[in-house]
């Protein structure tokens, strides 16, 4: 490094040569660039520097790179934004596990998986391709309302109540509700429509009926069905609602205990052609 000194107007001046200056500059990069090195800042500092101005960032869809802004929160010891990390990703986990829905492949395995669970169990059975006769017009729209009603009960009622899917067994659209390894209730959504020289299956979406067996369930949380209290609830649920069909209780149980099971089937409507007569007649019931 060199220096020129003169000593005009009684005084020193210093002069640094371009070659000097150029070092010094880059002495102080090096510095800013430790210390982003060190949190690993790079393409997220620029959310750092606008959550310090503005108080708030909107956060990466991608969990991956929003663990990565937590990193760095952490190493500036932001707490607001740590906090609003912590927070978005708790969400999104408690979304991915509302969402995942074990799926029944073989009898056995639904068995042991009600007989062992500790929670309320809610079954969809779904098999559409399991009927020999062509559906009503209505019966497609209400087959996928009732799916829908069971994601969003999953999601609703997530983690207290296990929600499992079966599209294997011999019903098009039924639900099961177990409580303590044995099953409460079951509601068909399915009918045989007797039209003329053909027959027709109906599907229903008793949505009320559904949502109100969900709710009984839950008595059964955490082991507090087993009291006379719960199963007087239970059994005060049991009216059916009217216009969604009938009730009916099978089964008693071992050593003279209550052990009925609430079946309930939407109405059915029963058309009959009485052609010898020279009319058509319509019957429902």
């Known amino acids: 490094m060199s220096a020129e000194a003169s000593g005009s107007s009684g005084g020193n001046v210093v002069t640094v040569s371009g070659s000097a200056a150029s070092s010094s500059s880059h002495v102080g990069e090096e510095k800013v660039g430790r210390s982003l090195a060190g949190s690993k800042c790079g393409r997220h500092f620029s959310l750092v520097l606008n959550f310090l101005r503005d108080g708030t960032v909107p956060l990466p869809e991608s969990t991956r790179e929003l663990e990565e802004v937590l990193k760095e929160a952490q190493y500036y010891r932001l707490q607001g934004l740590v906090q609003h990390c912590l927070t978005t990703l708790q969400k999104r986990r408690d979304v991915c596990r509302g969402c995942h829905i074990p799926m029944i492949t073989s009898a056995k395995e639904e068995q042991r998986m009600i007989a062992t669970c500790r929670k309320p169990v809610v079954k969809l059975q779904n098999n559409r391709g399991n ?13 996928l309302k009732n799916i829908e009603l069971f994601d969003k009960l999953g999601l609703r009622f997530n983690g207290r109540v296990l929600f499992i899917k079966d599209v294997l067994g011999d019903e098009i659209c039924c639900w099961s509700f177990y409580g303590e390894g044995r099953k409460i209730a079951e509601v068909c959504c399915t009918s045989i429509v007797y039209a003329t020289e053909k027959k027709q299956t109906k599907v229903e979406f008793p949505e009320a009926r ?3 067996e969900t709710l ?3 008595i059964y949380e955490n082991g507090r069905g087993s009291g006379s209290g719960g199963m007087a609830l239970l059994e005060s649920g049991g009216v059916s609602s009217p216009g969604v069909g009938q009730s009916e209780e099978e089964g008693a ?13 939407v109405r059915r409507h029963i058309m009959h052609d009485e052609r010898g007569h020279g009319q058509q007649t319509v019957y429902k019931d």
């Open 216 to 218: 009984n369930i839950l």
């Open 210 to 212: 559904i949502f109100e």
């Open 253 to 265: 149980g071992v050593g003279g205990g209550d052990r009925r099971v609430r079946r309930i089937h």
């Open 131 to 143: 009927n020999k006769y062509s559906y009503t017009s209505n019966s497609d729209d209400n087959l």
